[in-house]
């Protein structure tokens, strides 16, 4: 069976996301879906298959605006902690 790229599972996840109300899916690397209370059946296909799944979970508003604080934050202290390193080198 053939095993799709990471990039080609995450689009995926995004259409249905895009085209349901569902919270969660489990998405085989051969693009099969499961939804997330069908765990028997994936444990079932994985064994059957011997390929891997990943659990893609919709993330609300809130999470991905905290994430992205997050990573502005960690850009900013890198940026501040450059500019110390190159006021120090021409100080000296």
Excluded: P, W
């Amino acid at each position: 069976m053939k095993k799709l790229s990471t990039e080609a599972l995450d689009t995926i996840a995004q259409d249905l996301f895009k085209n349901t109300r569902a919270d969660a899916f489990i998405i085989a690397e051969n693009g099969t879906v499961f939804r997330v209370d069908q765990k028997d059946r994936v444990e079932e296909y994985m064994k059957e298959h011997e390929i891997e799944i990943k659990l893609y979970e919709r993330k609300s508003i809130e999470k991905l605006l905290k994430e992205q604080e997050e990573i502005l934050e960690e850009n900013s202290k890198e940026d501040i902690e450059a500019k110390a390193k190159a006021l120090k080198s021409k100080q000296a």
